[in-house]
């Protein structure tokens, strides 16, 4: 499986941004997909993720409330929605995708498969 990362870019704090994971490749059935982050200096930071059906996700603390992660399995892509950006969000964001498909929590989630990650920086 192949994963690309999209919609990262300069945004302005308390603006919003879409995120998209295009899987290619083997069939992306079957596959939970994750979202991380990470900032220099710091550790890779578990953000969202969603299980192959979308019917359960969970957030990372610094997002929780202010975000929504998505998929469309119609077209092997996955969304993070982020809102009310603060300049702390700012970060290389990589999906990565774990092949139980059930995994959705920062604890259960193993990434099998990373994306190449897209910078996002949000300006005060």
């Known amino acids: 499986v192949q994963l690309v990362e999209s919609g990262g870019g300069l945004v302005q704090a308390g603006g919003s941004l879409r995120l998209s994971c295009a899987a290619s490749g083997r069939t992306f059935s079957g596959y939970a997909v994750g979202w991380f982050r990470q900032a220099p200096g710091k550790d890779r930071e578990f953000v969202a993720a969603i299980t192959w059906t979308g019917d359960a996700w969970s957030y990372g603390e610094s997002v929780k409330g202010r975000s929504t992660v998505s998929r469309d399995n119609t077209k092997n892509t996955t969304y993070l929605r982020i809102g009310s950006l603060k300049p702390e969000d700012t970060a290389v964001y990589y999906c990565?995708?774990?092949?139980?498909?059930?995994?959705?929590?920062?604890?259960?989630?193993?990434?099998?498969?990373w994306g190449q990650g897209t910078q996002v920086t949000v300006s005060s």
């Open positions: 990565a995708a774990d092949d139980s498909g059930t995994s959705y929590t920062p604890k259960t989630f193993k990434a099998d498969y």
